[in-house]
């Protein structure tokens, strides 16, 4: 179950795309459905959300959304490029999406690798505009159990997309 203030924020996120008319789509991996869970938790979410993709393996990456293989072989799946690159391709295959937000992570107990620690998650926000496709990628540290890194990065995401706008 999702936490108060992660539909609060949903909320507000979906407000602000209602008034200025867009339409957001997801991204997922170590969310799962996460992000689009709390979005469509809103009572009219479907005047803003226009759907979501989980993406868990490296194949749903690069079938679904287009990620690069070579991208996944320099950076990983756990990486800002990886990051941009599932938000970009959210946008590249949804028409009717002006905003995408990706995640992308390690949310533990196991997992870790040599510089990429559990709790370690990889977002981006794209945004479609007259000029093309922009995009902003971060990476985070969380703490604390798989399920509070998950909880946390969905937090993370859902207000970066809404200081995106």
């Not at 991208?71 to 490029?81: H, K, P, W």
Request: charge should be negative; aromatic fraction near 6%.
């Amino acid at each position: 179950m999702l936490n108060t203030s992660i539909i609060e924020l949903a909320a507000a996120l979906g407000d602000k795309l209602t008034r200025e008319k867009l339409f957001l789509a997801t991204a997922e991996s170590c969310t799962g459905g996460l992000v689009a869970g709390a979005c469509t938790a809103i009572a009219g979410s479907s005047n803003w959300f226009e759907r979501g993709y989980i993406t868990y393996s490296n194949e749903a990456k690069q079938e679904e959304l287009g990620v690069n293989t070579d991208t996944l072989e320099r950076f990983g799946a756990v990486s800002e490029e990886t990051a941009m690159e599932m938000a970009a391709g959210v946008l590249a295959v949804v028409p009717k999406a002006d905003l995408a937000v990706s995640t992308t992570g390690i949310a533990g107990p196991g997992g870790a690798t040599a510089g990429k620690p559990v709790g370690m998650v990889c977002f981006a926000v794209a945004r479609r505009t007259e000029e093309g496709v922009t995009a902003r990628a971060y990476t985070q540290l969380f703490e604390g159990d798989r399920a509070h890194v998950r909880e946390q990065a969905v937090q993370f995401i859902l207000h970066s997309a809404f200081t995106s706008l």
